[in-house]
């Protein structure tokens, strides 16, 4: 009787070991997407929390907004975007999320804070998604609660 693997034996095995690798890839690599989608998400709800509470505590005794681009989202002070501005903050949504739908009352790209009351006139939503279809939206109401 011999002892050993044929060749036979030892591509089965290689094969199996390929398509479990396959698998898993695919697996983590949705899970990975999910995961960079929540988490963007998260951070515009956060950012738009942000401006708000600076603009209820009248800090430097002005209003606070987030503008959004398609990979981008910038925190900035005053009641207009200026890119320019040196006080603002920015954050990139990608490589793997990107900002797909705009939709704020009266068009635009800024969500803009009222002081004293924290609401806005720039109510609508932002979606985010990944290029394999999957999409999260988040919902600012005109009273300013983000969702």
Do not use: C, W
């Amino acid at each position: 009787m011999k002892k050993g693997s044929t060749l036979v034996e030892l591509i089965i095995t290689v094969a199996v070991l390929a398509i479990l690798v396959t698998i898993s890839f695919f697996v983590f690599g949705g899970f990975n997407r999910r995961q960079s989608l929540e988490q963007k998400t998260a951070t515009a709800i956060s950012f738009l929390t942000e401006a708000k509470t600076l603009t209820l505590s009248s800090r430097e005794n002005t209003v606070y907004g987030i503008h959004f681009e398609e990979e981008l989202m910038v925190r900035f002070k005053g009641e207009t975007y200026d890119p320019d501005d040196s006080s603002n903050h920015a954050t990139s949504v990608g490589p793997t999320v990107s900002i797909s739908d705009i939709s704020l009352s009266g068009g635009g790209s800024e969500v803009v804070f009222k002081r004293l009351s924290g609401e806005t006139d720039n109510y609508g939503t932002i979606t985010f998604s990944t290029p394999q279809g999957e999409s999260k939206t988040v919902t600012v109401h005109a009273s300013g609660v983000v969702e």
